[in-house]
């Protein structure tokens, strides 16, 4: 087990190249299979998350071959349709495996799956979307065994707009016979990002960044090289970095519409933004104040995946901050790894009231979820003395190089072999 060992109080400055983006990239993994040409994924993150989703196609027998950071997928030879436990456990995304399975093979089996422990994360809408396009679906015993003649398009209406079922009624339309509406769609980027792709293989997909997509079903979809878009999660975790520990930081990559209620989050602390085309700069000077009040919603809302790092820099702003978590039920259970560093907060339910400290101190912390525990980093990078992180694996689930980008910015961390 690693663990980072980290220096606070050290300015920030320069630019971090950021990686493709986590939730984008695995997703077109699953979407891979939808052919039986060769797919290339080019500029992967070397994150555990993609590993693992290698892993789960490899089980199903596709090959899939790492060059530096492009892996090229083979699952011409796939014949399996069932993802075992050990994996759908380690990664929620293997969900989205149920619409590309039941596309290419008409039958997928799975165990419930995991991912970061951060709420109930039911998969019902993902379910209930796939029976309207004509698969009949029993669980038992942890399993989920889907099966379908043939998928027929259907107009299919999402009470919320959840990222993961849009996902996998793209995956599941997009060679069914006939048209597919679906009204109620996440508008995330990556969401469009995934249409790109689906199109690029011969897809009929439009509407994707709307509430309403329409795909057209076709019979065949071919080989494709892609470069996905970049971690608008990963920008922000910078940018919120950089505002923690003051200096002066440009991400490069992202849109600035992607993350455009952070930008006016990070302003509002008193931070100044410049921001054109992909290039984002963050200057953070003296002393911040405190969000009034920062609430996630669905995009194009404040991401729920930057909403523990920007408690982390609110902790140590002045003045009172309330942070409402609007869509994972228990996302604040960092929180006492944060008080362990002088954080003054009080979870009640959904909402975290914090009371600014000013400055936190170092303490020896336990990452126990991706994005808590980017927040730990965070704040102890800004903190005065030395922390620890303990328990780097959810991090390297979404984070490739943080160590050595943080570091580029002359953050002062190691990363240390227990
Ligand atoms: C995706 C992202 C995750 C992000 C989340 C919200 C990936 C790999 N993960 O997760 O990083 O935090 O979007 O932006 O892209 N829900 C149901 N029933 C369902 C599906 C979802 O009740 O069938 C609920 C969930 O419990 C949760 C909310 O809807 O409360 C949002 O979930 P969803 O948008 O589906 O998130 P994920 O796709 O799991």
Redesign the pocket.
């Known amino acids: 087990m690693d663990k980072y060992v980290i220096e606070g109080g050290r300015r920030l400055a320069g630019s971090v190249a950021l990686q493709s983006a986590k ?1 984008s990239v ?1 997703p077109l993994f699953a979407a891979s299979i939808l052919t039986e040409k060769r797919v290339t994924i080019r500029e992967t993150p070397a994150i555990t998350d993609v590993a693992c989703m290698a892993q789960i196609l490899r089980e199903l027998g596709a090959d899939v071959r790492f060059a530096g950071e492009n892996v090229t997928i083979d699952s011409a030879d796939a014949c399996c349709h069932e993802i075992p436990p050990s994996l759908t456990k380690e990664l ?2 293997s969900v989205f495996m149920l619409g590309s399975l039941l596309s290419r093979f008409g039958r997928a089996l799975i165990a419930y799956p995991g991912g970061c422990d951060i ?8 379910l209930s979307a796939l029976k309207r396009l004509g698969v009949s679906i029993s669980e038992r015993e942890g399993y989920i065994f889907c099966e379908c003649g043939k998928l027929c398009g259907a107009e299919i209406l999402l009470d ?1 707009p ?4 849009t996902e996998n009624i793209l995956l599941a339309a997009v060679k069914a016979e006939g048209r597919t509406v679906l009204t109620g769609a ?1 508008k ?1 980027p ?1 969401i469009v990002d995934l249409q790109n792709f689906l199109n690029a293989m011969g897809a009929k997909v439009s509407g994707a960044g709307t509430d309403v997509i329409e795909i057209e079903g076709v019979k065949e979809l071919r080989g494709v090289s892609y470069r996905p878009m970049k971690d608008r999660i990963e920008a922000g975790t910078f940018l919120l970095a950089a505002a923690a520990c003051g200096g002066e930081v440009q991400v490069v990559g992202v849109a600035p519409e992607n993350i455009r209620l952070l930008l006016h989050k990070l302003r509002e602390n008193g931070c100044k933004i410049h921001a054109k085309n992909d290039k984002i700069t963050i200057e953070s000077r003296g002393r911040l104040k405190c969000n009034r009040r920062i609430e996630t919603m ?1 995009f194009p809302g404040f ?3 930057l909403q523990a790092q920007a408690t982390a820099l609110n902790a140590s702003c002045a003045g009172c901050a309330l942070i409402v978590e609007n ?2 039920e228990t996302r604040f259970k960092y929180v006492p790894e944060l008080q362990k560093m002088g954080a003054d907060i009080e979870v009640r339910g959904r909402t975290a009231f914090v009371r600014g400290v000013g400055r936190l101190h170092g303490a020896s912390v336990t990452a126990g979820d991706l994005r808590g525990g980017a927040a730990l980093v965070i704040a102890a990078l800004g903190a005065e003395g030395v922390s620890e992180v303990l328990d780097l694996s959810h991090i390297d689930r979404g984070y490739a190089d943080l160590r050595a980008k943080l570091k580029g910015l002359g953050a002062d961390i190691r990363r240390v072999h227990i």
Do not use: K, M, Q
């Open positions: 939730n695995l929620r995304s709420g109930l994360r039911p998969i019902d809408l993902h919320f959840s990222v993961g079922a996440a995330e990556e669905p991401p729920t995946d869509l994972f």
